[in-house]
Structures are given as C-alpha cells and as structure tokens.
C-alpha cells in the first residue's frame, strides 16, 4: 500500500527526531508488550525506551495485564486456552491459570481479584479467582466476546462481542446481565472514564466510539474520525484510554495508522498522531506521562507524549505486538 | 422477585427506577423462558434450498462435503440466536435438500407456506430465477448464495433477490486487479467447453479492457477432464504442446468444474504461472485467512462441522447473518421491511473482511472484498491498493451503477 509507505517514512523520521523532555524526569516504569506471533513478552524500559528484556509465555499472548502490586503479569495466552501468571522480578511463567477456551482480554477487579475474562471461541465470560485458580462462574454474553471494562466501584462489568455487536453491562453480585446496548459493528474495547461516569466503547468496523452514560444505559454521543486523504473503510477505532483527570482520551485507529486525542470534554476529535502500522492497543505509564501503543503490522510500538501529543520514539519488539500494559515498579 | 443490583438503581429517581425495573424485567423475561408472563421470542423462519450433489462421475481428489453451505448456515443461525436471546428474537433454518428431478419451486412455496420469509437458495441461475418469479409478489426475499452469472445483477435481475455470492464479473475483477498490480499483463485464456467456462471467460476479457491487461492468446480446452483422470499418463502429447508458441505473462483458465485446470500448472511449455478458476483465484474464503477476526470463525465452524470453512458455508453464513443484523438494527421482522432496510444506507454486514459489507441498491449485489489465493495460501486481497473510486473502493470489483443493465421493479 503506497499510503503506507508513506506512513512508515514518516513515522521512521518521527522516531529519529531526539527525544529530550521526558526522559529523567519520571520514574522509570516497565512497559510489557504482548506479541501475538512470537509467544513473547517484550519489556520495554520507560526511561531507556528500549527492549531491556524478552520473556517467553504461552502461544497467542494477546490480552495482558497487571496485578494492582505489579508484581505478576497476567497473560491470555489465547492457543493454550490458558491465563500465565509471570513474576515480573524473574520473568517466569509461575503459575497457568484456567481461563475456559481463547481468552482474549481481560479486566482484573480494581482490588485485584477476580479476573473477568472474555472468551471469545465460547460467547462467555469467565471469572476467575486468580488467588484460588478457580472460576467461579461462567456468564453467557453475545457472540465473539471481547472488550472487558469494569466500573471504577467494581459493581458493573460490561463487555462487548463481536459480533453481536452489544455492549453487555453484568452485575459482578449477580453475575446476570443487567442491560445490553447495541452499538456499530464489531465492538472491540470498552473503557470507563474515573469517576465512572461515562462508558467509551469503540466499533473497529463500525468506524466509531459510542459515548454511553452507564446510568441509564443510553448512547450519548457517537464519535467519528475522519482523516483528509483516507477512506472512511481505513478507520478502525479499538484501543481507547482516558486520562484519569477526564480531559483526554486517547484512540487507537487500526490500519489508520494514528491515534486520535479527543478532547473528553467535549467530544470534540483534536488531533490525530501518525503511529506504526495498525495499531490496536493503548496504555499509560502509571504517572501518565507516556502513552505507548502497540502496532501489529511494523511490529513497534510507538511512545506518545500525553502533554505534548508527540509521538517522541517507535520501539521495535517481538513479531505482532497486540496488548500493552505499564508498571508501577 | 426481581434480584436488584445494589445501590445503583435506588441512587435514580423514583420514575426512572420505575421504568429501568420494567426494561429490566422485560430482558430478564427474555433470558428465563421458565417467567409466567413471558412474552414469547418473535420467531424468524429462514429456508435453505440446495440439491443434493450428484455423486461424481469420475475421480474426485478432494470431494465436497455432503453438509456444504447448510453448514454454514447452522452456525449462523447460532449466531443470529446467541444476539436474539438478547432482543428476544428466535431463529430457526429449515433445510430442503432437493433431490434430482424434484422440483425446486414446489419445494420453495412448501417453505413459504410453513412461514420461513427468507430464503436462501442454493441453486443455478435458472431455478433461482423460477423460484424469485414464482413468488413474485409474496412477502419472501431471497438470498442468491451459489450463481455467478452476471445476467442475475444484469438483464435478469430479480427485485426480490439479494446476491450474497460474487458475480463472475466481480471475481475476474479481483483477479485482474491482482495481475494489473504484479505487472502481469498479457493473458493467455483457456476456456472450458461448458456455459459457466464460457461466462467466466467472457467477463475475463471484460476485466482484462477494465484494468489495461492483454488477452495475448484465447483457446479453447479440448483435452478433456483430464485433472480427473487419476491414472492419466503423463503423456497426453495435445495439452503438453498446447501452450506451446504463445507469448504470455500468465495462464488463465476458464473451469468452474474443476476438470482440467489443475492440470494445467506445471505442464506449460514454458514457466508460466496458472490463475482464473485453479492455480491462483479470486474467492470468498480459505482456511488459511485469519485476520479482521476471521480465525475466530474458522475456529467456530471447525468446532461446529468438524472440518474446515468453504466459501459456500461462508456465503450461506452471510446470507443468514444478514438477515439476523437487520432484524437486530432495524427491530422490525417483516420480510418487506427489511428488504427495504437491506438495500439502504443503514445496513452494514460485518463479515470478517476488515469492512461492513453492503448491498449495492442498484443490483443488490453484495459489495464484498474478494481473497486472491493459492490452494494453500492467502496471496492478496482485493481491491488492491491505488483501485480507487468515488463511493467505495469496494465498486471497482464487479458492474457500477452506470453501467448496470439491471432494472429493478
């Protein structure tokens, strides 16, 4: 694709400019990059911004995330129908957790336990005691279930399938469905702002983010993107992050090769940052100074200034890299 | 009765507990079908005409599935009902596997008398276009999965009928495209001896003018099926010295049999490759495509079927989802109604292929990326890159609304 080339040229002269601001200043945090392809963890030192270790886990990492300490690495390893549990200090695979058929993403409890895991070959959610490795139930949700996002109180767990193409809200007391939203096609990630009071879920081929008031459980706002120069068909919204202050969000564009800065208050599309080559998915540092995105295709991710919105470095890792997650230590 | 998640239902004013306790009670209904006052699932009746296969004639390396297309079909209907538990719809599939000689529009009206008001009909040309003219009329749309015949998006296009399965036109334009953008320009076409080799061929030239390629040489095949013959000498002296004296890029053969075009590859006198309806082509699926979610599916199916996805059981699965997407979005469930619905702005298919797919109104023709592969692999997909157009790149493959010959009434 000529498109791309371009796109690439640009973003290689993007990733040599010298990158001063942040560097010393924050702490460091390691960034852990799941590549789908290579069965690899890459850690990605915050400060460095280089590749400083490559952690082998299950096949098909994709969804990855953190335990509130930071101390272990959770790790849908999609092929082995399994969760790996890595010691971050040591880098091994400590413990396989059961995590039913092709987990694909999860979301931990925001006091760490139980794991809410999206099958996606099962039309189920899973949820899973990570401490007794046991689940304690299985709830049915739509077809091909994906994004998982849970509200700041741990009350309301909403995934989205696939190809239903539903938000479903869950009761984590009950485990019952408490309300389904029908959104644009192919709903990918579901992310709630910090005070919980607004629910962003984004439609890869839907082409939009559905703004949703998880009160009364009602689209407020549809945001499209609209790139001069780029078919409507090119712009896949999955990855979504906001800061914790509610002002920006942050939204990854698939084969769009950017990521959109919306202002959060008003909706409003601000700005679009030319990243790697289909770029799926987003995380903060802990301080939320640096963005990092993970894209699939050039096989980098890219890091993202969040007060500049400047992409600052492309950090080359394993083959595919799909989830991100950054760490507190 | 009704288990109350804490704290944030009592938080809402009174009236609008009152009112999210009644959608609560109703989805909940929906999910337990044991509720005394539940009200009962809408239920949606899809029929599925196919004809059982004739056993093959003659040695068959990779024989077709006896559940090919239905298939599909069944998983979809899953699908359709995982999505209906939610909104309260329920969908069924009634199969009619014709038998020879059994006639394929008394089979149709049977369906439609027992209440299916989609049919998908897995047929030729011109039992689709006997059985679109029988009901004619009637509230019943049917979805044309099998036939490539452009005449069905052309001259003969049926206002009833929508094409899940891509036309000739839009296959040779995939595969055109492919060649255009590898530089292979010079064509040499081998046509088979039947009607479906003859159209294929001649919407191979059509796509050869539309993309700048060259028919350098165009004959006829007279060998025989000889990809068939299973103890054939290698010898058949004809076919090797056939190709002989031709100066081309790349062979292209015209056999939606499946006779002689396998045979073709590697006998060429010179080092030539082989695309057109073996050796390289346009399609709708291979097991070996993964991405835009599509492994998710092939896994399905494979779970499902016990072996792997054709593009019959994908083009049944589209038909069927579609009708569940438009129940979904459109929240009406008459036949007429959601014919409306389909062929305008507001439908979107997912389907795997990294778009929502669509229905061009002025054919309803499905406008769908086309895979270009090999037997073992994915090679491309089209539209390529830099084929551009006004609406969507998607209408470079197949006929525009300028040039349709399709009246639709």
Known sequence: MAWNRVGRRMALALAGTVWLAVSGEAGAYPIYVSNEKDNTISVVDSDKLTVVATWKVGRRPRGITLSTDGKWLYVCASDDNRVDVVDTTTGMVVRSLRSGPDPELFVLHPKGNPLYIANENDNMVTVLDVEKNLVLTEVPVGVEPEGMGISPDGTILVNTSETTNMAHFIDTATYKIVANVLVDARPRIAEFSADGKVLWVSSEVGGTVSVIDPASRQITRKIEFKIPGMVPEAIQPVGVRLTKDGKKAFVALGPANRVAVVNAETFEVEKYLLVGQRVWQLAFTPDEKLLISTNGVSNDVSIIDVEAERVVKSVRVGAMPWGVVAGPN | ?409
């Open chain 2, 1 to 409: 009765m009704i288990p109350l998640p804490s704290g944030l239902f009592l938080r809402a004013h009174r009236s609008l507990l009152l009112l999210t306790l009644g959608a609560l009670t109703s989805l909940l209904s929906f999910m337990l079908p044991v509720h005394a006052q539940a009200p009962q699932p809408v239920d949606i009746r899809i029929g599925l005409i196919t004809r059982q296969l004739p056993p093959p004639t003659v040695f068959e390396f990779d024989p077709v599935p006896e559940d090919v297309g239905l298939a599909g079909g069944r998983l979809a209907v899953r699908d359709n009902n995982t999505t209906g538990q939610f909104t309260g719809h329920r969908y069924s599939l009634e199969e009619e596997t014709l038998e020879e000689g059994q006639d394929a529009v008394a089979a149709a009206r049977s369906l439609v008398a027992r209440g299916a008001g989609f049919l998908v009909v897995n047929l030729p040309a011109d039992e689709l276009l006997s059985i679109a003219d029988a009901l004619k009329g009637e509230n019943v749309v049917l979805f044309n999965v099998r036939a490539p015949d452009d005449r069905l998006r052309g001259a003969d296009c049926r206002s009833n009928v929508f094409h899940m399965a891509p036309s000739h036109a839009m296959l040779t334009d995939a595969l055109a495209q492919f060649l255009a953008f590898k530089q292979w320009r010079r064509l040499f076409l081998i046509v088979g001896p039947q009607r479906g080799d003859k159209l294929y061929a001649e919407a191979m030239r059509r796509a050869a003018r539309k993309f700048g390629l060259v028919i350098a040489a165009d004959k006829p095949w007279e060998f025989g099926p000889l990809a068939r013959a299973k103890a054939d000498s290698p010898t058949t002296a004809e076919a090797l010295v056939f190709t002989r004296g031709v100066d081309y890029d790349i062979a292209v053969v015209a056999d939606e049999a499946g006779d002689f075009g396998d045979y073709v590859p590697f006998r060429t006198a010179d080092a030539r490759p082989v695309a057109g309806t073996q050796g390289l082509i346009a399609t709708t699926w291979h097991p070996t495509f993964e991405v835009w979610g599509a492994a998710q599916a092939q896994s399905r199916f494979q779970r499902a079927a016990d072996r792997l996805m054709r593009p019959l059981d994908y083009q049944v699965w589209m038909a069927v989802r579609a009708v569940g997407e438009a129940v979904t979005r459109n929240k009406a469930t008459d036949p007429g109604e959601m014919k409306k619905f389909m062929s305008g702005a507001g439908f979107a298919l997912p389907a795997y292929k990294g778009v929502s797919l669509s229905f061009r109104p002025w054919d309803q023709q499905l406008r769908q990326p086309l895979l270009i592969v090999q037997p073992r692999f994915m090679v491309s997909v089209a539209p390529e890159a830099g084929f551009l157009h006004q609406r969507t790149p998607l209408d470079t493959l197949g006929f525009d609304q300028p040039e349709t010959a399709c009246r639709l009434q």
